[in-house]
């Protein structure tokens, strides 16, 4: 019913940044926060950062000052600016929303991952 595809990934080195990038797509009627998360081998998935409809903002402490979360939502897009990269900031990055869809209740989506290496 509802797909999140994710893009912006890939390698860079540190202090370098990278635009991360995620659209929602499908049966929507309206989509209420949506997310970064991150998971790194061997650890669990963490949130990165949240943005609610009205754009208030939630971060890691891990990131303040380095990652920005924004939204379009008249595109459905939620995009994440990541600033003055660090190898400890590599992982799968997953996009996540709450949407609620035609004829459905409210669900939380994820999109596939997109991988973010670091190099020192």
């Known amino acids: 019913q509802v797909q999140l595809v994710e893009s912006g990934g890939g390698l860079v080195q540190a202090g370098k940044s990278l635009r991360l990038s995620c659209a929602a797509s499908?049966?929507?009627?309206?989509?209420?926060?949506m997310g970064w998360y991150r998971q790194a081998p061997g650890n669990e998935r963490e949130l990165v950062a949240s943005?609610?409809?009205?754009?208030?903002?939630n971060y890691a402490d891990s990131v303040k000052g380095r990652f920005t979360i924004s939204r379009d939502n008249a595109e459905n897009t939620v995009y994440l600016q990541m600033n003055s990269l660090k190898p400890e900031d590599t992982a799968v990055y997953y996009c996540s929303a709450t949407v609620v869809v035609s004829r459905g209740p409210m669900s939380r989506y994820w999109g596939q991952g997109t991988q973010v290496t670091v190099s020192s």
């Open positions: 943005i609610t409809p009205g754009s208030s903002t």
């Open positions: 499908g049966s929507i009627v309206s989509i209420n926060a």
